[in-house]
T-cell receptor, first 114, second 112 residues
Framework: KQEVTQIPAALSVPEGENLVLNCSFTDSAIYNLQWFRQDPGKGLTSLLLIQSSQREQTSGRLNASLDKSSGRSTLYIAASQPGDSATYLCAGRRTTDSWGKLQFGAGTQVVVTP | NAGVTQTPKFRVLKTGQSMTLLCAQDMNHEYMYWYRQDPGMGLRLIHYSVGEGTTAKGEVPDGYNVSRLKKQNFLLGLESAAPSQTSVYFC???????????FGSGTRLTVV
């Protein structure tokens, strides 16, 4: 079974600082890894999807990297803003899973203070 | 394009009552999933479906049943609700191939 861990569980930074969120997984046979954002009381919004053949994906101020050999993915958010305050979850899909099931980490709760 | 729509958004049940949660997607996705989210537990897979008429158990299926009679709809049923089923329920879908998930906005269920 794929185990996904996110450290830290919570993070508070001043506005303008870069955010670094970590996700580690136990099974290197990963098919893809997806980062989500969840606002309080809301659903999950997909941020970035990294295929197993890719090392990183970028969208605006967001950059996600994937290192299968070390079992890690990192989400970077440049020049953080108060609007970035949310919980960020990573989820991995195993190569051996034909049905697209994801294994989620517990999330990192981010607060960006003005 | 509505994406994934869940109904209802909120519900309070008494122990022993039954209800059905509806998930509808308009993206012609093959795969659909029901997750529950509890504080400190993350998202856990309840049941999933890989096509019309097919369903399978996930990580925490006990106390739930599902049906997928139409490709666009995935129903989650609670036959006899228990307080342990108090949670936020999310539906998600994805097409076949190497693509990401689309989630619904969730159903917050309280069983008293």
């Amino acid at each position: 079974k794929q185990e996904v861990t996110q450290i830290p569980a919570a993070l508070s930074v001043p506005e303008g600082e870069n955010l670094v969120l970590n996700c580690s997984f136990t099974d290197s046979a990963i098919y893809n890894l997806q980062w989500f954002r969840q606002d309080p009381g809301k659903g999950l919004t997909s941020l970035l999807l990294i295929q197993s053949s890719q090392r990183e994906q970028t969208s605006g101020r967001l950059n996600a990297s994937l290192d299968k050999s070390s079992g890690r993915s990192t989400l970077y958010i440049a020049a953080s803003q108060p609007g970035d305050s949310a919980t960020y979850l990573c989820a991995g899909r195993r190569t051996t899973d034909s049905w697209g099931k994801l294994q989620f980490g517990a999330g990192t709760q981010v607060v960006v203070t003005p | 394009n509505a994406g994934v729509t869940q109904t209802p958004k909120f519900r309070v049940l008494k122990t022993g009552q039954s209800m059905t949660l509806l998930c509808a997607q308009d993206m012609n996705h093959e795969y659909m999933y029901w997750y529950r989210q509890d504080p400190g537990m993350g998202l856990r897979l309840i049941h999933y479906s890989v096509g019309e008429g097919t369903t399978a158990k996930g990580e925490v299926p006990d106390g739930y049943n599902v049906s997928r009679l139409k490709k666009q709809n995935f129903l989650l049923g609670l036959e006899s609700a228990a307080p342990s089923q108090t949670s936020v329920y999310f539906c998600a879908s994805t097409p076949t191939g190497n693509y990401g998930y689309t989630f619904g906005s969730g159903t917050r269920l309280t069983v008293v």
